[in-house]
């Protein structure tokens, strides 16, 4: 279950992540409100994740799922480049989040 959290509040970073670009430095109310929401959601289910999970795990995967995301949403939204290094650096901490998860213990 604590895992199922960690993937869920990572999500949820992509979503504030991305959401700041469209809160227009916080002018914009829906799109701040929506924000400010997924940021509480994120860290409060990586709160509950850590209370059975490893911190450096659990703290390691949620910036990597957030980076991750937030990266090919960059590419995908706002038209970011989509070089075969930054794809390449992408897979490489897709690696790196299963191999914390698989080296954790849990």
Known sequence: MAWILLVVAGLLEVGWAIGLKYTQGFTRPVPTALTLLSMVGSMGLLGLAVKTLPIGTAYGVWV????????ILGIVLFN???????????ALMVVAIIGLKVTSGH
């Open 64 to 71: 990597g799922i957030g980076a991750v995301g937030a990266a």
């Open 80 to 90: 970011e480049p989509a070089t075969a290094a930054r794809l390449g650096f992408m």
